[in-house]
T-cell receptor, first 113, second 114 residues
Framework: NAGVTQTPKFQVLKTGQSMTLQCAQD?????MSWYRQDPGMGLRLIHY???????DQGEVPNGYNVSRSTTEDFPLRLLSAAPSQTSVYFC????????????FGQGTRLTVV | QKEVEQDPGPLSVPEGAIVSLNCTYS??????FMWYRQYSRKGPELLMY????GNKEDGRFTAQVDKSSKYISLFIRDSQPSDSATYLC??????????????FGQGTILTVHP
């Protein structure tokens, strides 16, 4: 049972570099989302998708892009990394919306120097 | 004002204590109320889920929702060192432009010491 798989687990970037955080789920869930977690801030929604080809912004979308070409994959792109994007990133999937259980990946710890 | 407010703690209690974790929310349209538990360096996992006012019990855990006061609580009885984790309240709407969005509290760090 893979569930939600995130890669990489750790990453260090230099300011201005770009990268893609990968997220894949094998539960055939329609709904996927990306959160960032910072100390004292809880989980904040970056972008989410309610199905293949459909994405929308969350609470903190600036500096991030997403696309959803398949049900299984939902990559998060950092366009030009900034130190303020140092955080732990979590991908989640659920059957339907927020009223169903969200399954989270193990997280990606990103440091931007 | 954040839509969901949670005391971040940290909270440190002795084994066997009763723990009370609380959140308040501002949007009366919220309909679904959850508690997630997150162990260190792991992703959150659903612990409790409810959609109505009142209490819901699951073993040593009780989730309480008071929609009139916009207040939710999680009680842990006979706390164990294995309960040491971050507890996050999460609230959601159903339908409309907020469909599918989970709004989290800041999380409370709980340590239960032997």
């Amino acid at each position: 049972n893979a569930g939600v798989t995130q890669t990489p687990k750790f990453q260090v970037l230099k300011t201005g570099q770009s990268m893609t955080l990968q997220c894949a789920q094998d539960m055939n869930h329609e709904y996927m989302s990306w959160y960032r977690q910072d100390p004292g801030m809880g989980l904040r929604l970056i972008h989410y998708s309610v199905g293949a080809g459909i994405t929308d912004q969350g609470e903190v979308p600036n500096g991030y892009n997403v696309s959803r070409s398949t049900t299984e994959d939902f990559p998060l792109r950092l366009l030009s990394a900034a130190p303020s994007q140092t955080s732990v990133y979590f991908c989640a999937s659920s059957e339907a919306g927020g009223e169903t259980e969200a399954f989270f990946g193990q997280g990606t710890r990103l440091t931007v120097v | 004002q954040k839509e969901v407010e949670q005391d971040p703690g940290p909270l440190s209690v002795p084994e066997g204590a009763i723990v009370s974790l609380n959140c308040t929310y501002s949007n009366s349209a919220f309909q679904y109320f959850m508690w997630y538990r997150q162990y260190s360096r792991k992703g959150p996992e659903l612990l409790m889920y409810t959609y109505s006012s009142g209490n819901k019990e699951d073993g040593r855990f009780t989730a309480q929702v008071d929609k009139s006061s916009k207040y939710i609580s999680l009680f842990i009885r006979d706390s164990q060192p294995s309960d040491s984790a971050t507890y996050l309240c999460a609230i959601a709407n159903a339908g409309g432009t907020s469909y599918g969005k989970l709004t989290f509290g800041q999380g409370t760090i709980l340590t239960v010491h032997p």
